[in-house]
C-alpha cells in the first residue's frame, strides 16, 4: 500500500501572507495526486487534481506543484476564507490520504 | 448542478448491519465511477469502496473487505453501501463521491453519520 506523509500537521499563518503544504508518497505515483480543502463542519471540496490542475470555480491562488513522490499545496495572498484543513489523495494505486493540515490565521 | 445526498446512517450495535443510500442529480449517472470515503470523529479521511460506471467490479480496502457491499441502481441514480459486522471503528461520517474514473473525488455529499456503539 502507498503511504501518504503529509506536513505540517498545523500550521498558523496572517492574512496576505503564502502557505505551503507538503505531502511526500512512499513510492512514485506518477503525479496521480489531489488536494481537498475541507472547512468545519462540512464535506470536503476538490481544489487541485493530476498535481496540478486547478478544479473548476476553485480561485487561482491556489496552486499544485510536484512530481515522483514530492508535491505541494500553495496558498498565495492568505484569505480569511482559506481557513480549514487541508488533505492530499494518491489515487495512482487505490487511493490513500494524507492525514491533514489545519490552516489558522495568525 | 451536482447534488449527492446520502440517507440511511444512525446508532448501530456492534455486529449489525446498516444499508446507505446516495442519490445523485445534476449530471448523467450512470457515465461515472462512484465511491464512499469515510471520516471519523476529528481525524482524516480513508477510502471505503468504489464501484465502476456499469456497476460490473468494486474495489475495497482490506479494513472493509467481506464486510461492506458497494453497488448501484443506474435507473434510479443511487448508490448503496451495504455495512455488515459493523465494529465500533466503522464509526465516522460517510461521504458519498463522485469518482473520476478511480481516481480523483470531484464532487461529495454533505455526509451520513454512522455510529456503532452498544
Known amino acids: 500500500d502507498i503511504q501518504m506523509t503529509q506536513s505540517p500537521a498545523s500550521l498558523s499563518a496572517s492574512l496576505g501572507e503564502t502557505v505551503t503544504i507538503e505531502c511526500r508518497a512512499s513510492e512514485d505515483i506518477y503525479n496521480g495526486l489531489a488536494w481537498y480543502q475541507q472547512k468545519p463542519g462540512k464535506s470536503p471540496q476538490l481544489l487541485i487534481y493530476n498535481a496540478n490542475s486547478l478544479h473548476t470555480g476553485v480561485p487561482s491562488r491556489f496552486s499544485g506543484s510536484g512530481s515522483g513522490t514530492q508535491y505541494s499545496l500553495k496558498i498565495n495572498s492568505l484569505q480569511s476564507e482559506d481557513v480549514a484543513s487541508y488533505f492530499c489523495q494518491q489515487y495512482y494505486d487505490y487511493n490513500t490520504f494524507g492525514a491533514g493540515t489545519k490552516l489558522e490565521l495568525k | 448542478e451536482v447534488q449527492l445526498v446520502e440517507t440511511g446512517g444512525g446508532l448501530v450495535q456492534p455486529g449489525r448491519s446498516l444499508k446507505l443510500s446516495c442519490v445523485a442529480s445534476g449530471f448523467t449517472f450512470n457515465n461515472y465511477w462512484m465511491s464512499w470515503t469515510r471520516q471519523a470523529p476529528g481525524k482524516g479521511l480513508e477510502w471505503v469502496a468504489s464501484?465502476?460506471?456499469?456497476?460490473?467490479?468494486?474495489y475495497y480496502p482490506d479494513s472493509v473487505k467481506g464486510r461492506f457491499t458497494i453497488s448501484r441502481d443506474n435507473a434510479q441514480n443511487t448508490l448503496y453501501l451495504q455495512m455488515n459486522s459493523l465494529r465500533s471503528e466503522d464509526t465516522a461520517t460517510y461521504y458519498c463521491?463522485?469518482?473520476?474514473?478511480?481516481?480523483?473525488?470531484?464532487?461529495w455529499g454533505q455526509g451520513v453519520m454512522v455510529t456503532v456503539s452498544s
Open positions: 464501484i465502476t460506471n456499469s456497476g460490473g467490479s468494486t
Open positions: 463521491t463522485r469518482d473520476h474514473y478511480g481516481g480523483y473525488e470531484d464532487y
